[in-house]
Antibody, heavy 118, light 110 residues
Framework: EVQLVESGGGLVQPGGSLRLSCAPSGFTFSSYWMHWVRQAPGKGLVWVSRITGDGSSTSYADFVKGRFTISRDNARDTLYLQLNSLRVEDTAVYYCTRGGLVGAHDYWGQGTLVTVSS | QSALTQPPSASGSPGQSVAISCTGT?????????VSWYQQHPGKVPKLIIY???KRPSGVPDRFSGSKSGNTASLTVSGLQAEDEADYYCSSSTGDNIWVFGGGTKLTVL
């Protein structure tokens, strides 16, 4: 059974940093692109970032470029999202998703809540 | 990277059909057959229900169908059931390896 488990969320002050992790199971992690998608409270889904299976290529939404960094450790089967220079508007549940079907997010984790507040 | 445009709400009675539109540009929806749709019940995790415009993952009822014409994709839910009441989001990837979601549509079963 495919599972994705996020961790690392919490309360942080504006300008602070957090590192989110996603632990996959039930599939060969290195074979799949992975994504981060976020959802602010009461709002819609917003794509954040994507990384290829071997980690050689990444892409980001315009609003996070230069502040967030996606990475992966295939030896440890873990996906990461480093969040720097956090803003109040970055408050959201952050989901990791698997890019298993062409262009689609076929599995989603339960999400981890990031709250940016002073 | 503008969000795809969806109507904020849609509704239908049990047994009826309802269609939800998703409008993008030639750089996303119109340019690639990489449109997907997600269902999200309140407090739950989104679930993939349509990928590559019209394909259904295993286990998704055939009451859900997808199509595309030009820059607009559509999700049709036939034979509406109470359990279909949820938020629905479309998404498209682009040639630049960027993804974009629609703003979401709240489907109400009357």
């Amino acid at each position: 059974e495919v599972q994705l488990v996020e961790s690392g969320g919490g309360l942080v002050q504006p300008g602070g940093s957090l590192r989110l992790s996603c632990a996959p199971s039930g599939f060969t992690f290195s074979s799949y692109w992975m994504h981060w998608v976020r959802q602010a409270p009461g709002k819609g889904l917003v794509w954040v970032s994507r990384i290829t299976g071997d980690g050689s290529s990444t892409s980001y939404a315009d609003f996070v470029k230069g502040r967030f960094t996606i990475s992966r450790d295939n030896a440890r089967d873990t996906l990461y999202l480093q969040l720097n220079s956090l803003r109040v508007e970055d408050t959201a549940v952050y989901y990791c998703t698997r890019g298993g079907l062409v262009g689609a997010h076929d599995y989603w984790g339960q999400g981890t809540l990031v709250t940016v507040s002073s | 990277q503008s969000a795809l445009t969806q109507p904020p709400s849609a509704s239908g009675s049990p047994g009826q059909s309802v269609a939800i539109s998703c409008t993008g540009t030639s750089s996303d929806v119109g340019g690639y057959n990489y449109v997907s749709w997600y269902q999200q019940h309140p407090g739950k995790v989104p679930k993939l229900i349509i990928y590559e415009v019209s394909k259904r993952p295993s286990g998704v009822p055939d009451r859900f169908s997808g199509s595309k014409s030009g820059n607009t994709a559509s999700l049709t839910v036939s034979g509406l059931q109470a359990e279909d009441e949820a938020d629905y989001y479309c998404s498209s990837s682009t040639g630049d390896n960027i993804w974009v979601f629609g703003g979401g549509t709240k489907l109400t079963v009357l």
